[in-house]
């Protein structure tokens, strides 16, 4: 009898191991990670704006905003879950848009251009008439980091300045973000300038506007800083439709 029992404690046991182990294994870190769910939704947080969300996840906020029935002024809650499951499939792919005319798209028959080996830190400008932007440079530091899709990855551009230096509003548009929610970016200002673009400044050592706030063109908006960062510097970025752009083919040019 006492054999038997063993027997039967064996089997089930063995059972309950070929059970777990043919489980997907789910990290901790992976299954309580801030705001964001292993369902595939984003756990609103204190402070988070639809243009956070969608800045995280690199897609449009329109499209966000459409997927989870938001309606302008795109207002959501603390508690509330955002479903990015299939905005992030799609969103998986990357763009490659137009440099000549970036607003229209290229023919079906015909391939997007194929991307030199070497990033020129020099690309071609897009006129202010197909960006549709007046844009202005936000700080007049030195250039120390350049836009990049290759490892180390670079969404925008990285400026030296002293800190506490003004940290100018790049084109006129509307806060849209301002704080410290976003992880790698410390302090940051997200303005929406019109439907297409928006652009970001972090690591800032101050905010000086809030959310809302209509700013104009070479508005002092923030000052630099090194918060989420290792240097004092500003990390500006430009997103189109939802996805980064390298901000040098926007600014103008400067001398030298």
Known sequence: MKALTTVILVTIATLLTGCLSGREFISVEEKFSKGQTVTGFHLVERGETLFSIAWRYGIDYRELASANSIASPYVIYPGQKIDIRNITKRSSSPVV????????????????????????HNPPKISANNADTDWKWPVNGRLIGHFSTKKPVNKGIDIAGALGESVLAAAAGTVVYAGQGLRGYGNLVIVKHNDTYLSAYAHTSR?????????????????????????????????RNGKPVDPLRYLPSRPG
């Open 207 to 239: 905010i000086l506007v809030s959310e809302q706030e209509v700013v104009k063109a070479g508005q002092k908006i923030a000052e630099i800083g090194s918060t989420g960062t290792d240097k004092v510097k500003l990390h500006f970025e430009i997103r």
């Open 97 to 120: 848009a137009s440099v000549e005319n970036p607003s229209k798209p290229l023919p079906k028959t015909q391939s997007p251009a194929k991307l030199p080996k070497k990033t020129s």
